[in-house]
């Protein structure tokens, strides 16, 4: 099973100023957070500073079909931040993948979703 993973920083310190690798200027964020994942960054934040541990809150399903063969796929994306309040999206993906030949699968098709955190 193959999985992809992808990470997309955010830049955004607890204050809200721009963080991260700032010798010699400053660092813009790579997407501007809304007022919300402001609110959630600097909850993490908090909770990460205190415990000392990078702390991850997200979404994820995964769902699944097939007669005979079939399919799946998982998704997730998470909000990551670490204890100095720097912030990125990290994304994992599982594309379709097909069932083993030498198993059979009955009718049929399913799915969940689940809040995941790090």
């Known amino acids: 099973m193959f999985s992809y993973m992808r990470h997309h920083p955010v830049h955004v310190s607890i204050s809200g100023r721009s963080s991260g690798n700032t010798s010699g200027g400053t660092t813009t964020a790579c997407v501007k957070p809304t007022a919300f994942q402001k609110l959630g ?9 205190v415990s000392n541990k990078t702390i991850g809150v997200g979404l994820g399903g995964s769902a699944a079909a097939g007669n ?8 997730s994306r998470q909000l990551v931040v670490s204890p100095n309040g720097q912030a990125a999206f990290t994304t994992t993906f ?5 069932v ?4 059979l699968v009955s009718p049929g098709a399913g799915g969940y ?4 955190g790090t």
């Open 113 to 116: 979703g689940w809040v995941a």
């Open 100 to 103: 083993p030949f030498n198993a």
């Open 41 to 49: 960054i600097a909850a993490q934040a908090a909770v990460a500073k």
């Open 94 to 98: 599982t594309p379709l993948n097909g």
């Open 68 to 75: 005979i063969l079939g399919v799946a796929f998982n998704y």
